[in-house]
């Protein structure tokens, strides 16, 4: 589209320089001809911006909507210059039209179709002093047409519709299709990087189906991927997303489940399915188990592997292996008596803290995955440390100064984690080398640490807890700004303040 509109520019642009250029004795041949020509760089400028970069933003609609008005803007200079509604450059007004109907959507057509009509009515108004009759046949002309290109332009929509429809539904069961479902998995994980939610994936695999198509007959085996699609449907949520990867193979997405909520899905989809069929499921999540489709797809298809065939290769205890992060992180929020999810918590401050400093991407995904992780080590310590409704004697101290060395050798065991296992070993070093567990200060800890201590801070400070009662936002803001320097990095204290500042606003605007 744009290299056609680029190249109708240039077209259009050098035949209106050669029709001045002939006609050089009559009046304001210069101008007409200065138009064509930022007409013509115009064109050369649109042909050198990132277009893929475009389409793929927000700015997409309104880039082509302005590109029209202003072609149509410089079609009208054209015509005025050229003594008004009577001039040849009139036949131009038909071009915009036509691009528009032939390329852009219908809400953008009639912008791009108004727009082109009421600028030759405005153009016959004010310049030269053509017949009323003349005036009214060309503008019901131009509407007529802008009428059957507005027509033309839905025809498109619809059949725009249709052919996306069909590329991303599988037409059998009519949930999405693997395309249509892996663009799904993209869309919600750059939402869970960005809001520090969880995202589950649950696959599914028919157990014997080849059977069934053997002895019962193809239309029988179709009969029962639809009715297990059907199943899945009525037992998942709403936000939810089935999909048939191939064959007897689905999946469901479950954005804001963990991997525990997930397991638990997956179990309840296996009873619903049991009058119909055995099925054997796999379970991963973002982003304890990955940070990107293929690594949680990999991730889910090991265990399911496991399940149903036994260990393969360098995969021992899969579902262990998949799900031991969240589970324990839930187990440990449980089992310090504190009446919100503490990990979720902390993963949305540290996130919140890392935006503020720049951190984006993968770095930012795997700092949520170490604040859901940081105190994963505290399941090896007894309740009556978690739970003690007052100070913790000089040996409880130092049991609680062994959790974040256990929690790095539990996180250091998944694949691909060592640096979220270092920050997670780190996590509760003070600025001024008075932490724990190695004495680390200022710059030597690692920033990821830094981010964490604050972030767990300010929700220790906020919840209630066994051994005292929460505080105000205000009082535990104070706590940090006063022990900045000492306890935390003070660039992160202020990137905090300025994280729950937008915060506040962005609610402010919302009521």
Known sequence: MVKAGVWLTFGVCFTGIAYAAVTWDDPNRSLIAGVFVVGVMGGV???????????????????????????????????????????????????????????????????????DVISFLVVADLYGDPQMEYVTFVAATLAFAAVLCAWQAQNHDRHRERLTLMSHTDPLTRCLNRRGFEERVTSELEAAMRTGSSVGLVLLDLDNFKAVNDHRGHAAGDDLLCWVVDTVKRTVRAMDTVGRLGGDEFAVLAPGLDGTAALSLAERIRKALAEGTEVTSGVASFPVDGIDHDELQRRADAMLYELKHGPRGGFDGGRRELSWAASLAHIVDLRMAVP??????????????????????????????????????????????????????????EEIKRHPVIGAEFVGRVDGLAPVARWVRHSHEHFDGSGYPEGLAGEAIPPAS????????????????????????????????????????????DAFEEYLANESSSKAIAV
Not at 59 to 80: C, E, K, M, Q
């Open 45 to 115: 400028a649109i042909a050198l911006l990132p277009v893929e970069r475009i389409l793929r933003s927000r700015y997409r609609d309104p880039f082509f909507v302005v590109w029209s008005l202003l072609d149509i803007g410089l079609i009208a200079t054209a015509v005025a210059a050229d003594g008004g509604a009577e001039s040849a450059f009139t036949l131009l007004f038909i071009l915009p039209l036509v691009f528009a109907a032939v390329f852009y959507p219908l809400n953008l057509f009639v912008v791009v179709g108004a727009a």
């Open 340 to 397: 919100n999810e503490h990990s979720v918590s902390v993963a949305r401050y540290a996130a919140g803290i890392a935006q503020q400093l720049g951190w984006d991407g993968a770095h930012l995904a795997h700092l949520r995955m170490a604040a859901m992780l940081h105190d994963v080590g505290k399941v090896s310590l007894p309740d009556r440390i978690l739970q003690k409704p007052g100070p913790l004697d000089a040996q409880e101290y």
């Open 450 to 493: 830094r981010i964490l201590l604050v972030a767990d801070a300010f929700d220790a400070m906020t919840t209630d807890r066994p051994y005292r009662a929460a505080m105000t936002l205000e009082e535990a803001l104070y706590e940090l700004r006063l022990n900045a320097g000492r306890q935390f990095d003070p660039r992160c204290v």
